[in-house]
């Protein structure tokens, strides 16, 4: 089993930055591809970035590429989302999540492609 546990969020302005983190236990993740997904109010819930388990490849939405970073450290088994130039768009409950092994394909984008969740933490961006 292996349990995530995101921190981080909070309000910001718009314009602002957060860093989010994503916290595994109970098992190793280095081996694993991870993703960070969000969910707005009354919205589906929408890939943001992904990172292969060496941290070598990195994948992001259209809407956050170029404004938002992933990056791991496998050492301390925590998984980050550096997000700058936050927008009101941006306010969603952010969920981090593993996937059982390494990326090969498209499955970094879809949500039913991973194995474990964490519990999400709210970010929000005043207008």
């Known amino acids: 089993q292996v349990q995530l546990v995101e921190s981080g969020g909070g309000l910001v302005q718009a314009g602002g930055s957060l860093r989010l983190s994503c916290a595994a236990s109970g098992r190793t993740v280095s081996t694993y591809g991870m993703g960070w997904f969000r969910q707005a109010p009354g919205k589906e819930q929408e890939f943001v970035a992904a990172?292969?388990?060496?941290?070598?490849?990195?994948y992001y939405a259209d809407s956050v590429k170029g404004r938002f970073t992933i990056s791991r450290d496998n050492a301390k088994n925590t998984v980050y989302l550096q997000m700058n130039s936050l927008k009101p768009e941006d306010t969603a409950v952010y969920y981090c999540?593993?996937?059982?092994?390494?990326?090969?394909?498209?499955?970094?984008?879809?949500?039913?492609?991973?194995?474990?969740w964490g519990q999400g933490t709210q970010v929000t961006v005043s207008s």
């Open positions: 999540a593993a996937h059982r092994g390494p990326f090969y394909g498209l499955e970094y984008r879809f949500k039913g492609e991973y194995d474990y």
């Open positions: 990172i292969s388990w060496s941290g070598s490849t990195t």
